[in-house]
């Protein structure tokens, strides 16, 4: 069971949720950049990379038997403020077009460099079923 956390007079958050109290079998997701199943970058676009890194935390959940809907907590690692708030429409599309409408407690941080120079993003989860 999943129970959003919304304090009454605050503002409603976009593309996140404030908190979330669930109960279930928790579901760990490793950091997942934007390569596909070979290790392989097919882009180096910061859009393309984040729906990848997605699809690859859908990938992962679905190997528990779970989906986005299973989502309570997304972390994201960017290496550039700027590529994720000039393009946050574009990244809104993405991620509904792979996770749908589940928006878990999110957090966002930028980073001087991931592992993978040629990873742009990399984003890890936390699921409970």
């Not at 792979?98 to 890890?124: D, N, R, Y």
Request: charged content about 20%; glycine content about 6%; aromatic content about 8%.
């Amino acid at each position: 069971m999943h129970q959003r956390l919304q304090p009454p007079h605050w503002a409603s958050p976009k593309g996140y949720a404030n908190g979330i109290v669930c109960t279930g079998t928790q579901i760990y997701v490793g950091g997942q950049i934007g390569w596909n199943a070979q290790q392989h970058f097919e882009s180096e676009d910061f859009i393309a990379q984040v729906e990848q890194a997605l699809l690859n935390v859908r990938t992962v959940l679905e190997q528990a038997h779970a989906g986005p809907e299973h989502m309570v907590r997304m972390t994201w690692y960017i290496v550039n403020r700027e590529m994720y708030t000039s393009r946050l429409k574009e990244l809104g599309e993405a991620y509904r077009r792979v996770m749908g409408k589940h928006f878990p407690a999110m957090t966002c941080v930028v980073v001087s460099a991931l592992i993978e120079p040629q990873a742009l993003v990399e984003i890890e989860v936390t699921a409970v079923k």
